[in-house]
Structure formats: structure tokens, C-alpha cells
């Protein structure tokens, strides 16, 4: 153990001087005493210790951890094998280390040691040394020590002795991690040097001495895990130079003194988990240096004092459990800096201030189990950085914030057992969310498939299932990711099928997701009122700029924009098949039979800029671009009533569903997905070699991957997609699904063929893996994971494949998809070689499947014989 690495300039200056002041008065010393007597009467001590064993060194200072002076007597003992007293002792440690191994010394007793002999000693640190028995008294002669270290000695136990109070040159006691228990003496009250106090997690008892308070250079106290009993005492007010105080997890009882407030240099308060009562002094207002202030786990009551705003460097604020009351202020729309905010198990009441918008940098939120009453602010949507947001427990009401859709970080939310009422969120907002928990509400809406990443899933005890239309579900893909950039899958009926059957075991499953629709109502209504008579006029000019409002070609059969509407009974709900970034989908029976599907703009979003250009530029790509593997275009209306395009119906849906429910994963046997995988390359292939400019779809994942009955796949959604233009800027916003985006895209902003290549790896990997490769990805350099085999990842609900040249191609697939995967772009095969590879082999596999680790994948020197097929 040591300090936390909060470097003091203070202290080692500090140290710095008494060690200067030590050092002179060993020559001083050595040059009155007969020094050869009185190393001879330390190296009996040491020998007789039986630390060393029967030592027969004609010098004892070579000892390994002991330092002597220049007239040969010892000033350090020094056996830690972890950085100990300041560090700036510890080069004797790595000789501590050879000591160590050729020694067995597995229980060394403080009393076997004569300290008595030691005069000279400063520095005396036995941390981790598996010293057993209590401290003696003879310690207290050691009347030069700076630095005594017993920590991490378990077997230590008994009092602290009082003569520890005659060492007045130490600056730093560090006993922590023993067995020690009683009071701390009053003693400690003489070390007036002392810089740092640790004495935590151990079992001292009784109350903190008022004598703390002449410590006045003490910078560090640490007292937290004992059994420290009584008041905090008001004298610890006089401790000016305190920076770090920590008191949590003892029985510490009565108020928080008043003087705290005097303790202007703290950065670091904690005091959780005591029995501490009344208020919060309005004196903390003071300590304006506080970053950390915990007060968790007590009873304090009152309600937060004004003066605390002032605190404006807080970093982390927690004050859960407690009895405190009265609204949250909004005063604390001051602290810029905060990250975690935990205001649990109070009594807080009103609503949550819409201040709390302006915590930029707050990570963790925690409102559970108080009073909280109203709406929960917009503003939350600011919070860019949140992954944890629990307001459980309490009265929320009203309807659930769009802009928490705009939390891309959110991993972990909860609002369960409130009063929330209305639509469920689309599940597309909440792109990363691992936990969701919404039960207990009063929450409508239809179930949906699609959040893959939810592990713990609850939307228990809302209204919920008495919505689900007849035709519709909704199979939304589980993001556009990191930005608003729109995108969206065409989805389909599959979903619903399975959910249908097996609804049960699907919410027992918590991993397949039912959720329901919401239109984003609330998040542009504003905007669209206010622009809507301007609007009116721009749609006409734009409907003479197109001709006509509907074009609709490569259809052999007319569509007219009334028998869209007629087949779609007017876009109602019961035809909508899944929404998504920018818009819902719908399947639409024509007059002709034939079924298509229609993905149309919300009004709202019609009226917003960035949607609205993404749907033309999904026009734009798609109505120059063809091959057989990518979705066909048959047309689009831009009416002043709705934007929809036309498209080629699949009836499958996207591979994102179809892996994830059972029955669909079992019909996509090994070839079918084999022959996914090669379809999903050649289409790639074809945007990014065959089409001048280059195209760059953006955002290859399985939710853009879609079905047809034939199983045959086709990539969708082109509302990303960009022109590679030889001579423009490629750079970009990021666009695409989180999982699927290639990893320079964090740091580099431009966009290139190569990132298609990455989000085709994790495709064509999900798509024999039947899961996203997830960790896998990130962990694929570690021995760990390399010495996986193939067929332990392979999708376990088929079984493994037989037929030699199934098994060769899935083989093929695993290596290509690992090397598209690499992190170093230009590292990665291009489209057209990863295309021509999955065509061109033709031979079988000689090395057993079973055999086949992912370290061969990785570096494949694959043995290969040419077969006849
Ligand atoms: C120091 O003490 C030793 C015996 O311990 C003795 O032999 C030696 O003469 C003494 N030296 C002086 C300078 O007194
Ligand atoms: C050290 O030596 C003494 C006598 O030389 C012997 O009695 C003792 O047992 C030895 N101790 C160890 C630990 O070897
Ligand atoms: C140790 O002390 C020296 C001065 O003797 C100082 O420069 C150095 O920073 C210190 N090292 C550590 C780790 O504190
Ligand atoms: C501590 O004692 C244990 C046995 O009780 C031994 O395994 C270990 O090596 C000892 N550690 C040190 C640092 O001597
Ligand atoms: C402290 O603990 C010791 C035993 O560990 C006990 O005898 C003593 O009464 C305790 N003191 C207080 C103040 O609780
Ligand atoms: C407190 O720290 C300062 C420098 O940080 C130092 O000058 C002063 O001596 C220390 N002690 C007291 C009692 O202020
Ligand atoms: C604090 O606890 C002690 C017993 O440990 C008790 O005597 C005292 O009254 C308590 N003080 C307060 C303010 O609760
Ligand atoms: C806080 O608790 C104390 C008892 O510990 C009580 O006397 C006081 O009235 C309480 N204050 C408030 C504001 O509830
Ligand atoms: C917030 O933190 C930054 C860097 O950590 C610091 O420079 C700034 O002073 C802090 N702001 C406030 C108000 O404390
Ligand atoms: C929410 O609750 C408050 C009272 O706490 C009430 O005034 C308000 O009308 C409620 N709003 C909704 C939408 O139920
Ligand atoms: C943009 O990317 C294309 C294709 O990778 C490349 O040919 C072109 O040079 C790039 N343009 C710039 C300005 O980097």
C-alpha cells in the first residue's frame, strides 16, 4: 500500500528537510561515538533477530535492506517488497527481492529485534513482511525515525504502544491493514511533523483525540475502516495544511463540526458510512478546493445548504442514503466538473432541476428511491457523457424524454417503479444500453425486437402488450450510434412471427427485446409549428424542382401515389413493420399484388434538415446504383404530406433478427449464411471498385443486411452512404451502428473504403458466430482468445458442419472476416480481393475442423488440397 499518487510537493519538501537535518546529525553522531562498538551492538541486534538467519557477513550494512551511513551505522531497514515511506527509500527493494528467494523468513516478530541498538534509524519499513506479534515498546527509542511502515502485516496485532508519541521526527506512520485495535493514544498529538496519518482498515476503537488537532503540517489523514466510535472532533479545524481527510466506515456519531470549514486546502472528504446526524454545515461551502466530498450512509437530514454551490471543483459528490430533504437545488448546475452525482435513499422532493442539464461531464446519476415528483427535463439529453442513469423509485410522471435518445454512452438505465406514462422510447436511442429497467410504469406501446446489447432487461408491470397491432412489430436496429446521423433497416414481419411464438421465453430470455414504437413527438414539434407555413411554400417549389411529387419507375406495373395510400390505409400503424433513425417502414399490398415496402420520413423529421438530406441522399445513391445484392429502389414520393421511398420487399427481414431468434438462426444453415456472407462482399465489392466515384455505404451492420425469402441478402439503407470524391475533403461526422464502426473512426474523422471493410468483418464474423463477436473483437491479440477454437465460437444452435466444403468455406469466411477486422486500416484486405478470395478457392480443408484455433485463422498457413467438386 501507499499513498494515493497524489504527489505533494509539500510533503517531499517536507521530508526533504528532516532528512537533510537527520543526515548531518549522523556525522555529528559518528563522530563522538566509538562507532565500531556501536555497529558491533547493531549487528548482534540484527543477528540475533534470526531475521536474516545465521548471517555470517564481516559487515552487516551489506545485509540486503539495510542502509547504513558513512561511519557504518544503520539508518534504514528496509525489507518491503512494495514501494514504501515516500518510495524515494525503496532502491534497497530490489535487492529485498534476491533476499527474499533465497531466504525463507515466512514470520518475523517486531520484539525479536533489540531496537534499542538502532539510534541512527530513520527509516524503518516493514510493510508486507508477515511480521506477527504486537509492536513493542522499545519502538519509541527509535528517536530519529521519519518513516515507520508496518502496513499489510495481518498477523500484527495489539495495541498501539504509547511510546510510539517519543518519535516526534516522523512524518509519515503508515499502519494500515494489520490486526492493531484499542484507541489511537493522545500520543499522537507530540508527532508534530507528521505529514501522513494512515491508519485505516484496522481495529482501532474508542474516539479520534482531540490532540489530532496540533498535526498542523498533517496533509493526509487516513482513518477510514475501523471502528472509531464518538464525534469528529472540532479541534481537526486547526489542521490548515489538511488535504485529504477520510473517515469513512466507523461509527463516528453527532454532527459534522462547524470548523470543517476552516480546512481550506481539501480536496478529498470522506465520511460515508458512519452514523453522522443534523445537517450538512453550510461551513463545507468554504472548502472550495473539494473535488471528492463523500457523506453517503449516514443520517444526515436538512436539506443541502446553499454555501455548497459554491464548490465549483467538485468531482464527485455522494450523498445517497441519508435523510436529507427538500428539492435538488439548481445551484448545482455549477459544478462543471462533476461526473458523479449520488442523491439516493433521501428524502429529496419537487422535481429534478432542469440545471442538471448543465453537468457536462457527469457520468454516473443517481436519483433512486427519494420523492421526485414532475417531468424528467430535456436538458438530460445534454449529458453526453452519462452511463448510468437511475432515477428509480420515485414519482416521476409524464412521458419519457426523447432527448434521452441522444445518450449514446448510456449503458446502464433505470426509471423503474415511477409513474411514467405514454409511448416507450424507440429502442434505436439507446444504442449502448446493457441494463434497462422500465417496469413499474404506466408506460404503451408495441413490442419490437432488435436491442441486442440489453443483458438485463425489464419493462415488467407497463401496460404494455394489450398494443401490439395485428400486423405490426417492430424490429428496429439497435442504433444509429454516436451521433444523430439517421439509419435505418428495412425490417419485417419475421420478427413478429417469432415473437409471437415465443413470447414467453423471449422476455424469460431478457436478451431478446420487446419494446415498443414512439414517434418522436416531442423532440421537433416546436420546431415544426413554428416553421410550418414557410414549410408549405418550400414543398411546392420543391414539387415542381422534381416534376412530379411521385416518380416511380423500374416497376413493371404503376403505383400511384393514392394506392399507396389506399394499401396503407394511410400509413396506419397496423402496416408499420419496424421504425428506425429517420423513419418508419411499412409493407404495402398494391392493387397488383405485389407487396413492397415503403420507408417514409416522419412529418416531423421531414421538417428537420439532417434527416431530410439523408433521405435524398439514400435517393441519390440508390437511384444510380444496381446489383443484384443490394436492395432495389423501385421509387419515391416527396409530397408535402409525406416523403416515403419504395422499395423491394424482403421477406425475411434483416439478418439482425434472423440470428437472434431460434427458429430463423436453426433455417440459416451453414450455407446460407456462407452464401450471406459472399453476397454482403460482392455487393461491397461492386460500391467500392465498380462505381465511379467510389461509395462508401457507412454503415454495414446486421440491421442493414436484409432477407428475402430465399434467404439471399441484399444491403439496405443507404441514408449514410457517401461519394468518395478524388479531389473533396473525405473527412466526415461519424455515421454508422455502434459495434460495426471501424476503430480509427474514434481519432481520424476520415472516412474510407477500409471502414466498410471492418464493419464487414463483424457481419460476416455475427453471421457464423450467430451473436455480435463483441469482447472477442477487442481481445483477438490475446493468447486467451487466439487459442479458442473455431468451432467453440461457431454458432452452437446448428450443428458444426460436416460437408468438406461447407467446412472449407466457413473457414475462408472466419479467415477473411479476422483480417478485415484488423485495427490498422491499411492492414485490412480491400472488398475486391475479400470478394474474389470467397469466389476463387476451390480446394478442401486437409487440418481437422475441430483443430482449426483462432491463432491459425489469424496467421493461416491453412492446409489446403485441391479437391474435385
Ligand atoms: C572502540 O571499541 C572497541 C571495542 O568495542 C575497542 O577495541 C576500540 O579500541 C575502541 N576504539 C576507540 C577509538 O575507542
Ligand atoms: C544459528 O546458530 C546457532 C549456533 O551457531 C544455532 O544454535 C541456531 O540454531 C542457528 N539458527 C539457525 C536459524 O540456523
Ligand atoms: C526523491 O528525492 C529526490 C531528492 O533527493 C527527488 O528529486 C525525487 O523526486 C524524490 N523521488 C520521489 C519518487 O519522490
Ligand atoms: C510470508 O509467509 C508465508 C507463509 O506464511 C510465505 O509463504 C511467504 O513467502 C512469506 N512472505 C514473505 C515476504 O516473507
Ligand atoms: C476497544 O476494543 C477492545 C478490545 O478489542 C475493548 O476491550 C475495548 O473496550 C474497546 N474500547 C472501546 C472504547 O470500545
Ligand atoms: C503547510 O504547508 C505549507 C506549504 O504547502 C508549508 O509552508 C507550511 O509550513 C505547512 N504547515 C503549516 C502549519 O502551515
Ligand atoms: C455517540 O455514541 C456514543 C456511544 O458510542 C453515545 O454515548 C453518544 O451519546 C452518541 N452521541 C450522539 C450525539 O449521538
Ligand atoms: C434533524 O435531526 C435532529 C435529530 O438528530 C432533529 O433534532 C432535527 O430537528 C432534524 N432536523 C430536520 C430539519 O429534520
Ligand atoms: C475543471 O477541470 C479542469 C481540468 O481538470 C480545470 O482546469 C478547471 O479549473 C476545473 N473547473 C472548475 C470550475 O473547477
Ligand atoms: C405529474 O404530477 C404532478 C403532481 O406531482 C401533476 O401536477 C401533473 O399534472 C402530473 N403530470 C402528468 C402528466 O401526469
Ligand atoms: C478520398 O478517398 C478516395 C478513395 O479512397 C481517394 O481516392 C481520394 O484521394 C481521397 N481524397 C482525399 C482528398 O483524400
Known sequence: MRKNNVSSSSFYSALLVTLCIAATNIFLVSATVNSSSLSSLEAKALLNSGWWGNFSFANHCQLEGIICNEAGSVVRIFLSPVASCSSNFSYSSSSYYSYSSSYSSPHRKLENMDWTSFPNLEVLSLNDCNLTGSIPEEIGTLSKLTCLDLSNNKNLEGLLPLTLGNLTQLVELDICYTNITGPIPSF?????????????????????????????????????????????????????????????????????????????????????????????????????????????????????PQEIGMLKNLVDMSMGDNILSGPIPSFISQFINLTDLNLSSNRFNDSIPLEIGDL????????????????????????????????????????????????????????????????????????????????????????????????????????????????????????????????????????????????????????????????????????????????????????????????????????????????????????CIGTGGYGSVYRAQLPSGKVVALKKLHRFEAE????????????????????????????????????????????????????????????????????????????????????????????????????????????????????????????TIIAGTYGYIAPELAYTMVVTEKCDVYSFGVVALETIMGSHPGELLSSLASPSSQNLMLTDVLDSRIPHPTNPVVVRNIVLVAIVALACVRSEPRSRPTMLCVSQELLVCKKTLATPFRTISLRQLLNPEMDFTQIKE
Open 188 to 304: 499522537v498529538g507530540q508527532l508534530t511533523n507528521l505529514i501522513d496519518l494512515h491508519l485505516f482498515s484496522n481495529r482501532l476503537n474508542g474516539s479520534i483525540p482531540q490532540e489530532i488537532g496540533k498535526l498542523k503540517n498533517l496533509v493526509y489523514m487516513f482513518m477510514e475502516d475501523n471502528i472509531l466510535s464518538g464525534p469528529i472532533p472540532s479541534y481537526i479545524g486547526q489542521l490548515t495544511n489538511l488535504t485529504y481527510l477520510r473517515l469513512s466506515s466507523n461509527r463516528l456519531n453527532g454532527s459534522i463540526p462547524q470548523e470543517i470549514g476552516k480546512l481550506k486546502n481539501l480536496v478529498h472528504m470522506s465520511m460515508e458510512d458512519n452514523i453522522l446526524s443534523g445537517p450538512i454545515p453550510s461551513y463545507i461551502g468554504q472548502l472550495t478546493s473539494l473535488t471528492y466530498l463523500h457523506l453517503s450512509s449516514n443520517r444526515l437530514n436538512g436539506s443541502i
Open 360 to 575: 457536462m461531464q457527469l457520468a454516473h446519476l443517481d436519483l433512486s428511491h427519494n420523492l421526485l415528483t414532475g417531468k424528467i427535463p430535456s436538458s438530460i439529453g445534454k449529458l453526453i457523457n452519462l452511463h448510468f442513469f437511475d432515477a428509480s423509485s420515485n414519482q416521476v410522471n409524464d412521458t419519457i424524454p426523447a432527448e434521452l435518445g441522444l445518450l449514446s454512452n448510456l449503458g446502464h438505465l433505470d426509471l423503474s417503479s415511477n409513474q411514467l406514462s405514454g409511448q416507450l422510447p424507440p429502442i434505436t436511442w439507446l444504442s449502448q444500453v446493457q441494463y434497462l429497467n422500465l417496469s413499474h410504469n404506466n408506460l404503451s406501446g408495441k413490442v419490437l425486437c432488435g436491442i441486442y446489447s440489453v443483458n438485463g432487461l425489464d419493462l415488467s408491470y407497463n401496460p404494455l402488450t394489450r398494443q401490439i397491432p395485428q400486423y405490426g412489430y417492430d424490429c428496429s436496429p439497435p442504433s444509429p450510434a454516436l451521433s444523430q446521423a439517421p439509419s435505418q433497416a428495412i425490417n419485417k414481419t419475421t420478427c413478429y412471427k417469432a415473437i409471437n411464438s415465443s413470447k414467453k421465453r423471449i422476455v424469460m430470455r431478457t436478451l431478446l427485446i420487446s419494446l415498443l414504437i414512439t414517434i418522436f413527438i416531442g423532440l421537433l414539434a416546436f420546431a415544426c409549428f413554428r416553421c410550418r407555413k414557410t414549410h408549405k411554400k418550400e414543398a411546392k417549389e420543391r414539387a415542381m424542382k422534381n416534376g412530379d411529387i411521385c416518380s416511380i419507375w423500374n416497376y413493371d406495373g404503376r403505383i400511384a401515389y393514392e394506392d399507396i395510400i389506399k394499401a396503407t390505409n394511410d400509413f396506419d400503424i397496423r402496416y
Open 608 to 731: 428537420e434538415p439532417a434527416f431530410d438530406k439523408s433521405f435524398r441522399n439514400e435517393v441519390q445513391m440508390l437511384t444510380n446504383i444496381r446489383h443484384r445484392n443490394i436492395v432495389k429502389l423501385y421509387g419515391f414520393c416527396l409530397h408535402n404530406r409525406c416523403m416515403f421511398l419504395v422499395f423491394e420487399y424482403m421477406e425475411r427481414g434483416n439478418l439482425f433478427c434472423a440470428l437472434r431468434f431460434e427458429v430463423e438462426a436453426i433455417e440459416l444453415g451453414w450455407t446460407q449464411r456462407v452464401n450471406v456472407v459472399k453476397s454482403i462482399a460482392h455487393a461491397l465489392s461492386y460500391l467500392h471498385h465498380d462505381c465511379t466515384p467510389p461509395i462508401v455505404h457507412r454503415d454495414i451492420s446486421t440491421n442493414n443486411i436484409l432477407l428475402n425469402s430465399e434467404m439471399e441478402a441484399f444491403i439496405g439503407d443507404f441514408g449514410t452512404a457517401r461519394l468518395l470524391y478524388p479531389d473533396s475533403s473525405n473527412e
